[in-house]
RNA sequence: GCCGGGAUGGCGGAACUGGUAGACGCGCUGGACUCAAAAUCCAGUAGUGGUGACACUGUGGGAGUUCGAUUCUCCCUCCCGGCACCA
């Protein structure tokens, strides 16, 4: 799954990044330390026969640690445990204060939100294991920072290397022991001259403040080498060299290896919940685990089940549980744990591909269909949703049932909408959010602060800030009040022209009336030109510099829509430029100005036919944003089938080629003029027509001129000195 | 705390590959039409100075690269989203 995020291209490159950190491969070394006066009877584990070239006895108790830093393994200075872990429940039973603070570590947030801010708390074991190199005794710590679901559940601390270990060893007295210097520390030292400023002491070691590069690898963020020292034998090696010598004499001893560990969890199955999808599984006490017959699939939960907090409450349900064994006709339980909802989101778009299958997951016909070409949903899923729909698919495609490798070609995510957040909080009680519809924003009798108060008993009502726009903050925004007052074409059409869909917006209705108002001017339009007659086509050659013009600036148009909606996807600058061919088709016909006492109106049979083209082409740019108008307009415009049936207009390359085009001229990078130069202009002409102009000699004259920049169709730039 | 994203006029936003900053829309101002209003149409609208032509300043803050930076590099501030202390 990290590797294939490379086979798609064009998903956003944020939510790329999202998923290959949320898969957190990381590679180091997995290496135990001996238990000291522990057997691994006494943790309840079985004995197992230790590899060749161990040093370990049989029933040796080991800590497993897991360590992207082997490098610094020689300033390891204790060890931490979590609070579930097996040492640790050992050391427990003898020590009533250790059984009540690993109690208490059980009871905590596991919200990472929480515990990146929480007071790291630990407490010593009173055990110590063995060091694999050094065979200096190491004290054992429980820690309330160790994840028991993550590796081993514990870890090797190296606080001169470690931010997390050195505040923990700070805090409980522990030593720390420097074996990583920079090459700038070790320069200073020696009393080298060029770094022995101020500036340079942030690369000294000093155990009693953290410094950043004390916990980065191979080099600092500025490049300054780092590499081992109090190392012993691995004294000046750098990270991946001492690594690997690290790593091969733990091997030596049979006491450890390199690793690669991953940070993805498999929650699709084991995040439990009454209400997923129930996995059709029978546990027999003679026959084992029996999968459930086809014919009484599916399973189906009871929908009366009423969770209480404690537990799974399907286990509660003997209706539920107890039933026969399939295969022996014995009493036998169901199983009650559930699959995640991420799992039925996973793959129902593959089913919904294969839609006739009566017999299978999927069929063939989803080959056909899938992948999808382009998906749209929420940035919110950029992790979950959208990696568990890689992992299925994969699964999927193993087992045969599918031929591709991902789902979906193509991602759009679109930003989240924010709005105000309401609310008020009673002296004992909920805290209760009002719609922001509901609320009105004013300025108080004092003319200074702005206050917000409920329109219904027009109270007061605390400002919670801007946030998502959720259902528990009550601050969301119903479209269908918009599609009522204006409908929903203008409803749309504003929408699309806010900003750009992957762009977190900030919700406001200021503006809606821009939206009706264009698409009135361009009704109005449409049927001004119908009401005048049918049109002629368009003759290429016989049309004026005026019509040619129009002509150009529609084909413009043109590319350039077609480009915002394939390749681009804005549909914000899609719109802005119709409307600015709107504008332009207002003044090239203006015979809908109330007046009309200027001079602009082309009613000339070319006029028209150049119009009819214009307007033709309006409506199929328009169609996939205003589905209804435009409708509605095409058929006016005299075509009967349907818009959405019309062939997307191609752009005629003859209407765009114009004789000229203007420059921007610069002197010293500021615009001081602009040139009208021949398409064809060789850049000496260009040059000299640009120092002729009158205001760029006022910034000329007297000065030397050090060079030209002509960059061909866009601009000239005078460098003086 | 970590990860991801963002900051441009009064407001939403545009500027796509380093090349005219502010397209388009809202709002506002003035005008036309009207007995009047609404609607509609026309014009103006980053700030400062100037009758004007123009000039100076300006894309969250500070440095840098470049003939030229909203765009690239480094540092900082604030805002939004996500989060499982990942060893």
């Given at each position: 799954m990290?590797?294939d995020?490379?086979?798609?291209?064009?998903w956003?490159?944020?939510?790329?990044?999202?998923?290959?950190?949320?898969i957190?491969?990381?590679?180091?070394?997995?290496f135990?330390?001996?238990?000291?006066?522990?057997?691994?009877s006494?943790?309840?584990?079985?004995?197992?026969?230790?590899?060749?070239?161990?040093?370990?006895e049989?029933?040796?108790?080991l800590?497993w640690?897991?360590?992207?830093?082997?490098?610094?393994?020689?300033?390891?200075?204790?060890?931490?445990?979590?609070?579930?872990?097996?040492?640790?429940?050992?050391?427990?039973?003898?020590?009533?204060?250790?059984?009540?603070?690993?109690?208490?570590?059980?009871?905590?947030?596991?919200?990472?939100?929480?515990?990146?801010?929480?007071?790291?708390?630990?407490?010593?074991?009173g055990?110590?294991?063995?060091?694999?190199?050094?065979?200096?005794?190491?004290?054992?710590?429980?820690?309330?920072?160790?994840?028991m679901?993550?590796?081993?559940?514990?870890?090797?601390?190296v606080?001169a290397?470690?931010?997390?270990?050195?505040?923990?060893?700070?805090?409980?007295g522990l030593?720390?022991k420097q074996v990583?210097?920079?090459?700038?520390?070790?320069?200073?030292?020696?009393?080298?001259?060029?770094?022995?400023?101020?500036?340079?002491?942030?690369?000294?070691?000093?155990?009693?403040?953290?410094?950043?590069?004390?916990g980065?690898?191979?080099?600092t963020?500025?490049?300054?080498?780092?590499?081992c020292?109090?190392?012993?034998?691995?004294n000046?090696?750098e990270?991946?060299?001492?690594?690997?010598?690290?790593?091969?004499?733990?091997n030596?001893?049979?006491?450890?290896e390199?690793?690669?560990?991953?940070?993805?969890?498999?929650?699709g199955?084991?995040?439990?919940r009454?209400w997923?999808?129930?996995?059709?599984?029978?546990?027999?006490?003679?026959?084992g685990?029996?999968?459930?017959p086809?014919?009484?699939?599916?399973?189906?939960?009871?929908?009366?089940?009423?969770?209480?907090g404690?537990?799974?409450p399907?286990?509660?349900?003997?209706?539920?549980?107890?039933?026969?064994?399939?295969?022996?006709g014995?009493?036998?339980?169901?199983?009650?744990?559930?699959?995640?909802?991420?799992?039925?989101?996973?793959?129902?778009?593959?089913r919904f591909?294969?839609?006739r299958s009566?017999?299978?997951?999927?069929?063939?016909?989803?080959?056909?269909?899938?992948?999808?070409?382009?998906?749209?949903g929420?940035?919110?899923?950029?992790?979950?949703?959208?990696?568990?729909?890689?992992?299925w698919?994969k699964?999927?495609?193993?087992?045969?049932?599918?031929?591709?490798?991902?789902?979906?070609?193509?991602?759009?995510?679109?930003?989240?909408?924010?709005?105000?957040?309401?609310?008020?909080?009673?002296a004992?009680?909920?805290?209760?959010?009002f719609?922001?519809?509901d609320?009105?924003?004013?300025?108080?009798n004092?003319?200074?602060?702005?206050?917000?108060?409920?329109?219904?008993?027009?109270?007061?009502?605390?400002?919670?800030?801007?946030?998502?726009?959720?259902?528990?903050?009550?601050?969301?925004?119903?479209?269908?009040q918009l599609?009522?007052?204006?409908?929903?074409d203008?409803?749309?059409?504003?929408?699309?022209?806010?900003?750009?869909?992957?762009?977190?917006?900030e919700?406001?209705?200021a503006?809606?009336?821009?939206?009706?108002?264009?698409?009135k001017?361009?009704?109005?339009?449409?049927h001004?030109?119908v009401?005048?007659?049918?049109?002629?086509?368009?003759?290429?050659?016989?049309?004026?510099d005026?019509?040619?013009?129009?002509?150009?600036?529609?084909?413009?148009?043109?590319?350039?829509v077609?480009?915002d909606?394939?390749?681009?996807?804005?549909?914000?600058?899609a719109?802005?430029?119709?409307?600015?061919?709107?504008?332009?088709?207002?003044?090239?016909?203006?015979?809908?100005?109330?007046?009309?006492?200027?001079?602009?109106?082309?009613?000339?049979?070319?006029?028209?036919?150049?119009?009819?083209?214009?307007l033709?082409?309006v409506?199929?740019?328009?169609?996939?944003?205003?589905?209804?108008?435009?409708?509605?307009?095409?058929?006016?415009?005299?075509?009967d089938?349907?818009?959405?049936?019309?062939r997307?207009?191609?752009?005629?390359?003859?209407?765009?080629?114009?004789?000229?085009?203007?420059?921007?001229?610069?002197?010293n990078?500021?615009?001081?003029?602009?040139?009208?130069v021949?398409?064809?202009?060789?850049?000496?002409?260009?040059?000299?027509?640009?120092?002729?102009d009158?205001?760029?000699?006022?910034?000329t004259a007297?000065?030397?001129?050090k060079k030209?920049i002509?960059?061909?169709?866009k601009?000239?730039?005078?460098v003086?000195?």
């Amino acid at each position: 799954m990290l590797g294939d995020l490379a086979k798609l291209p064009d998903w956003p490159e944020r939510v790329r990044t999202m998923q290959a950190n949320w898969i957190g491969k990381s590679v180091g070394v997995r290496f135990a330390f001996r238990v000291n006066g522990v057997t691994r009877s006494a943790l309840g584990s079985p004995p197992s026969p230790s590899g060749r070239g161990s040093e370990v006895e049989d029933d040796e108790a080991l800590l497993w640690v897991f360590t992207t830093r082997a490098d610094t393994i020689m300033g390891v200075t204790f060890c931490a445990v979590a609070a579930e872990h097996p040492l640790a429940t050992h050391a427990a039973r003898s020590n009533v204060k250790l059984a009540a603070f690993i109690d208490e570590c059980k009871h905590g947030s596991v919200m990472e939100a929480d515990m990146a801010t929480m007071e790291k708390k630990g407490m010593p074991t009173g055990l110590s294991v063995v060091h694999p190199l050094t065979g200096e005794p190491i004290p054992v710590w429980v820690g309330n920072y160790v994840l028991m679901s993550y590796g081993e559940g514990a870890v090797m601390a190296v606080p001169a290397h470690d931010e997390r270990d050195f505040y923990f060893a700070k805090q409980y007295g522990l030593p720390i022991k420097q074996v990583i210097t920079s090459a700038i520390e070790e320069r200073r030292k020696k009393g080298d001259a060029d770094v022995q400023g101020d500036g340079y002491a942030v690369f000294d070691f000093d155990p009693a403040q953290w410094k950043e590069w004390y916990g980065e690898k191979g080099k600092t963020t500025t490049s300054v080498s780092l590499y081992c020292i109090n190392s012993g034998k691995y004294n000046d090696l750098e990270y991946s060299a001492a690594v690997d010598a690290i790593a091969a004499d733990l091997n030596a001893k049979g006491l450890g290896e390199k690793k690669t560990m991953w940070r993805l969890r498999d929650w699709g199955i084991s995040r439990q919940r009454y209400w997923g999808c129930p996995i059709p599984i029978i546990h027999c006490a003679h026959c084992g685990d029996v999968p459930v017959p086809d014919k009484d699939l599916p399973v189906v939960l009871p929908e009366d089940c009423v969770p209480d907090g404690s537990g799974n409450p399907l286990n509660k349900r003997a209706d539920f549980v107890n039933c026969k064994c399939p295969k022996c006709g014995a009493n036998a339980q169901r199983e009650t744990d559930t699959m995640d909802t991420f799992v039925d989101s996973s793959w129902y778009y593959a089913r919904f591909a294969s839609g006739r299958s009566a017999s299978a997951m999927v069929d063939r016909e989803t080959d056909y269909w899938m992948p999808v070409d382009q998906y749209i949903g929420g940035i919110e899923h950029a992790i979950l949703h959208l990696l568990y729909s890689r992992f299925w698919s994969k699964v999927m495609r193993d087992l045969k049932l599918v031929s591709y490798d991902e789902p979906f070609k193509r991602l759009l995510t679109q930003g989240m909408v924010l709005n105000h957040i309401f609310f008020r909080k009673p002296a004992n009680g909920r805290i209760q959010y009002f719609n922001p519809a509901d609320v009105e924003v004013k300025i108080d009798n004092t003319g200074i602060q702005i206050v917000a108060i409920l329109k219904s008993d027009g109270q007061l009502v605390e400002d919670g800030g801007i946030g998502t726009m959720s259902k528990s903050k009550n601050n969301g925004i119903d479209p269908q009040q918009l599609i009522e007052l204006h409908g929903a074409d203008t409803a749309r059409l504003f929408v699309m022209f806010a900003a750009p869909p992957e762009q977190t917006l900030e919700w406001s209705d200021a503006g809606v009336e821009g939206a009706a108002r264009f698409l009135k001017r361009l009704w109005k339009l449409v049927h001004t030109h119908v009401g005048m007659g049918t049109a002629a086509r368009v003759e290429v050659a016989v049309l004026n510099d005026a019509q040619r013009a129009m002509r150009r600036m529609l084909h413009e148009t043109l590319a350039k829509v077609t480009d915002d909606y394939a390749r681009r996807r804005t549909f914000n600058t899609a719109i802005a430029s119709v409307m600015e061919l709107i504008n332009a088709l207002y003044k090239f016909d203006d015979s809908h100005r109330v007046g009309s006492t200027r001079g602009g109106d082309d009613h000339s049979t070319q006029g028209r036919a150049v119009l009819q083209e214009a307007l033709d082409n309006v409506v199929i740019m328009l169609a996939p944003i205003v589905p209804h108008i435009s409708h509605a307009l095409w058929q006016a415009l005299g075509h009967d089938n349907a818009v959405i049936d019309a062939r997307w207009p191609s752009v005629d390359a003859a209407a765009l080629t114009r004789s000229s085009i203007e420059l921007v001229v610069q002197v010293n990078g500021k615009l001081r003029g602009h040139i009208e130069v021949a398409l064809d202009a060789k850049p000496a002409d260009i040059e000299a027509q640009a120092l002729a102009d009158a205001n760029v000699q006022r910034f000329t004259a007297g000065k030397q001129i050090k060079k030209v920049i002509v960059v061909p169709g866009k601009l000239v730039n005078v460098v003086v000195a």
